[in-house]
């Protein structure tokens, strides 16, 4: 297969779709800029989004291009394993907000930097947003190069222009609009996604005579007795129990600390309006998933029945392919709308994050007494600025940028997930440990993973490119050492500890909720110990060879 | 201290029934699979692992919901008991700017 199998032959068509999504962003964008009046509203939407827009907006920050595009690769490479991998992306929202979300939204924290700094002070601040701009950059440079391959595809362009013009297309309209207008153009977006993939997958499905095409995210099991068929294998695990533990500790861990999603809940209007925003996020985020699983699931059917290998490359259009084959063209160029949709979500939630961690947490640490209109004005120029560093960046990435954002998870629930969690719910962690926990175990990520010092790497294959086998150890040593850390300094520096600890009590119970502070709520350091025992035998496990 | 048992115990339950509802291979690799077991024509061991990572996830998200939009009441109510008898020690000053905390009450409504 070539390019020109997947490639729109009627580029009028190309050109239309892009100057309708694109036309309706800017209009949205344009509208939600003059709304936007202080730093709070550029940043967090004035924390006004009801929930229904914002559940929209969530779950578009969260699906990806790879939505469309590379799931539906992995299914074909990994199959059923990689369905298990992508079942519990889910769970990032829910985690999220009844672990920690609530309270960051009391503390009126705009990230988890400002989280960090507010509760362990500025140095562990610019170390977290150190490794959230180091994933964030990760995260956008894949969805930059995903975004470029869709307009090669749209508009037949080389993909160098094709990345610069959907770059600064797109860091147009995220500038202009904000937070306001990158929260509603996501909820158009989230919507024109759920479109552009379940209506075109019941057409292929009826075209594939299925009799379950009416309800394609659950009607596809008459594929499949020809499916095993041909691949004998594909509802196998093949792999042992400790992947499967890994996604936990990788990847669910790893995805609820990440910073656009959080951002996601500190926009809403109140507490109760945030957690309503988790069922409906559910619900879209899962009505998506099943979709993608049933779109891989009909690709690799038809893929086997006639009996063609795809390439890598090929691989990765399955979505267009499938369209191509059994819909017309105007549908595959909706389609490829839902795919732009998809990335164009994404990257507005990590710019906006990105730009909220320079303009306001790095910058306002550093420069506190800023006012208010020049903190808005440092916002459009971080804005601006991270459209064009990534765009740079993409241009030509590092070979460590753009490994997998899998990979990326697992660095995220190393080094920032533990100190942001333990930070919220126990007053005993404090800033000796935060900061060793998250620098050691983040380093020691960094170093067993077969992109620093090959010869050092944990695992092979798959494990140990995705991060899987390197967090299994990076992970326990990250929460057991912020425990064990934070302990030892109350019996090392008993005065700057108890003052630090008596801080942390007042701050921990008022982000719980609590009017009046009893010191004792959140204080006790039996249950740490119970933690960080609970980690040893996971821990053990990951110093087993893979 | 009763909704602040409540809010530890609860986060803790609702977290692990999350995690148990996404991770569903630890199920299968546990109890084994059988092709032959059907659900809608999908095997049994998948048709479960995307249903509850679905539709799973949410019915328990409405009932988490409800449960902590009801213990936030609650845990308001108990900031009001207290104030009308209050022994415990005020937030400092310094704390109280950093957070503004003057709104948390606020925001709990």
């Given at each position: 297969m070539t390019p020109a199998d997947w490639q729109l032959q009627n580029i009028w068509l190309g050109l239309s779709i892009t100057f309708a999504v694109f036309g309706l962003y800017y209009t949205v964008a344009l509208i939600n800029n003059r709304k936007t009046t202080n730093a709070t509203d550029l940043y967090l939407a004035g924390r006004s989004v009801g929930p229904l827009v914002n559940s929209l907006a969530a779950s578009s920050t969260w699906m990806s291009v790879a939505t469309f595009l590379g799931v539906v690769a992995l299914i074909q490479q990994l199959h059923l394993p990689f369905v298990y991998m992508w079942v519990q992306l889910i769970l990032s929202v829910p985690l999220l907000v009844l672990l920690y979300g609530a309270s960051l939204y009391r503390m009126e924290a705009f990230t988890s930097v400002h989280f960090v700094q507010l509760r362990y002070g500025r140095n562990t601040a610019f170390l977290a947003a150190g490794w959230m701009l180091l994933i964030m950059l990760m995260y956008m440079i894949g969805q930059f190069i995903g975004i470029a391959k869709v307009f090669e595809v749209l508009l037949g362009l080389p993909y160098t222009p094709s990345l610069i013009l959907s770059a600064l297309v797109i860091t147009g309209y995220i500038t202009i609009g904000g937070m306001k207008g990158a929260t509603y153009n996501d909820a158009i977006q989230m919507v024109i996604m759920m479109i552009a993939l379940i209506v075109p997958l019941a057409a292929i499905l009826k075209a594939m005579d299925?009799?379950?095409?009416?309800?394609p995210p659950l009607g596809y099991g008459g594929l499949t007795d020809t499916l095993l068929e041909r691949i004998p294998t594909f509802f196998d695990l093949k792999f042992e129990a400790r992947f499967y533990l890994a996604l936990f500790v990788a990847l669910t861990i790893g995805t609820l600390g990440l910073p656009q999603l959080a951002q996601r809940v500190l926009t809403s209007e109140s507490i109760k309006a945030a957690r309503i925003v988790v069922p409906w996020f559910c619900l879209w985020v899962g009505l998506m998933f099943l979709g993608t699983y049933a779109m891989g699931f009909a690709g690799v059917y038809h893929f086997a029945l006639i009996g063609e290998e795809l390439t890598r490359e090929a691989a990765d259009k399955t979505t267009l392919l499938l369209n191509l084959a059994y819909n017309p063209e105007w549908v595959s160029a909706f389609v490829i709308a839902g795919v732009l949709a998809a990335g164009v979500s994404t990257i507005a939630g990590l710019m906006i994050g990105v730009a909220t961690v320079v303009g306001h947490d790095i910058v306002g640490v550093l420069r506190p007494q800023l006012t208010e209109n020049k903190q808005l004005r440092y916002g459009y120029v971080a804005l601006a600025g991270t459209g064009v560093v990534s765009l740079l960046v993409s241009l030509n990435p590092p070979a460590f940028l753009i490994t997998s954002i899998f990979w990326a998870f697992g660095l995220c629930a190393t080094a920032i997930t533990p100190m942001v969690v333990l930070g919220v719910w126990s007053t005993r962690i404090n800033v000796w440990g935060a900061f060793t926990g998250s620098l050691v175990s983040g380093a020691l990520y960094i170093a067993l993973s077969p992109y620093m010092f090959a010869g050092f790497s944990v695992g092979t294959g798959i494990v140990a490119a995705l991060g899987f086998a390197t967090s299994l150890i990076s992970v326990p040593v990250g929460f057991i050492l912020t425990i064990v850390v934070s302990l030892a300094a109350e019996k090392l520096t008993a005065e700057a500890a108890a003052h630090e600890r008596g801080r942390a009590q007042e701050l921990v119970e008022t982000m719980h909720g609590w009017a009046h502070v009893t010191r004792t709520r959140y204080d006790s350091s039996q249950w740490l110990l119970i933690l960080a025992a609970l980690w040893m035998p996971i821990l053990m496990w990951g110093l087993v060879p893979w | 201290m009763t909704a602040y048992i409540k809010e530890v115990r609860s986060t803790m339950g609702f977290g692990i029934i999350y995690v148990l509802l996404g991770h569903t291979g630890l199920w299968a690799v546990l109890l084994g699979t059988n092709n032959s077991i059907r659900v809608l024509g999908l095997p049994v061991h998948y048709f479960i692992a995307i249903t509850l990572g679905s539709i799973g996830v949410l019915i328990w998200s409405i009932i988490w919901c409800r449960y902590a939009n009801r213990l936030e009441d609650e845990i308001e109510a108990e900031n009001v008991a207290t104030r009308q008898g209050n022994t415990d020690v005020p937030i400092s000053t310094d704390v109280r700017s950093s957070i503004g905390a003057d709104k948390v009450t606020e925001a709990a409504k």
């Open positions: 299925v009799s379950g095409y009416w309800f | -």
